[in-house]
């Protein structure tokens, strides 16, 4: 059941939260002789996939990172093709995604995106919103700088009008205020594609996450690949700061000592 190369994975402590930074579509295509671009379209059935994958296997949220606000400096007609692909993809996945009931959410700077893709993007959550079997957040013109410092900004507007003090901020006021405040924290960071970085993902959400990183390319992420990663998150103790000792005095239904 939970073998490396199986399709399945092992429901024992399974992530709530999910999150890929979905990195390789440029050298997938490269490989094969083919423009970058050809690497995209080809992971956009990759995201097909793992949506499905996550809900078939009860995952509560997903968020891909699909466009961060550094990828804006790559050639303009990748940027270009990047935007296409994402309205392309909206327009064909939003009724198959209604229809097994997932909830999408687009998170980012959406004012970079044009006034007819962020009217798409307003219909397709409208549309969605009342969804709950998945959870799936697309991160577009997105960076954890960015979320909290506009989550800081919110609140110092907050203060500026009287409505808060300087002092009521606290780790939980700051997390209302960012990005996906209303999903779990992330349990299980993925990044496909070989590197060892977080590139500006959810700094703020993944503070607790763990981290899998594999060498396959997005556009190759399958189901066997997918539960392996959940397989091996499955396998770890998360301690959250305790001893190992406290962790099983825990989850044997005990109580800490002081
Ligand atoms: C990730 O694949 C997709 C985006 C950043 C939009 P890349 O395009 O970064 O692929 P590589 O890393 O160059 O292979
Ligand atoms: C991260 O991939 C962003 C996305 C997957 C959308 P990049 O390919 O842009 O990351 P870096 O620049 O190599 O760190
Ligand atoms: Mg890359």
Redesign the pocket.
């Known amino acids: 059941m939970t073998g490396k190369d199986s399709q399945t994975i092992d429901t024992a402590v399974l992530p709530r939260h999910v999150a890929i930074?979905?990195?390789?579509?440029?050298r997938w295509a490269e490989q094969r002789g083919k423009a970058r671009t050809h690497g995209h379209k080809a992971g956009a059935a990759a995201v097909r996939r793992a949506v499905a994958f996550a809900r078939r296997n009860g995952i509560q949220a997903l968020t891909l990172?699909?466009?961060?606000s550094?990828?804006w400096k790559?050639p303009a007609v990748e940027v270009k093709v990047l935007m296409e692909l994402f309205a392309t993809v909206l327009n064909r996945e939003v009724d198959e995604l209604h229809k097994h009931g997932v909830q999408l959410r687009i998170v980012g700077d959406l004012s970079k995106f044009s006034r007819r893709l962020q009217e798409k993007i307003r219909q397709a959550e409208a549309r969605t919103a009342a969804n709950c079997e998945l959870r799936l957040n697309i991160?577009a013109n997105?960076g954890g700088q960015w979320d909290i410092m506009q989550a800081a900004r919110t609140f110092a507007r907050e203060v500026e009008q009287g409505r808060a003090t300087a002092d009521q901020l606290d780790e939980s006021t700051l997390a209302s205020y960012m990005c996906l405040h209303d999903c779990p924290a992330v349990d299980l960071l993925i990044?496909t594609?070989g590197?060892l970085?977080i590139?500006?993902?959810l700094l703020w959400q993944s503070a607790y996450a763990e981290l899998y990183f594999c060498d396959t390319l997005?556009p190759d992420f399958d189901d066997a690949a997918f539960a392996q990663a959940v397989n091996c998150f499955v396998a770890r103790e998360r301690r959250f700061g305790l001893t190992s000792q406290q962790i099983k005095t825990l989850m044997a239904g005990g109580t800490l000592e002081d």
Do not use: H, T, V
């Open positions: 930074i979905m990195d390789g579509n440029g990172f699909a466009f961060s550094e990828n790559r991160a997105y990044r594609g590197d970085r590139s500006n993902f997005w």
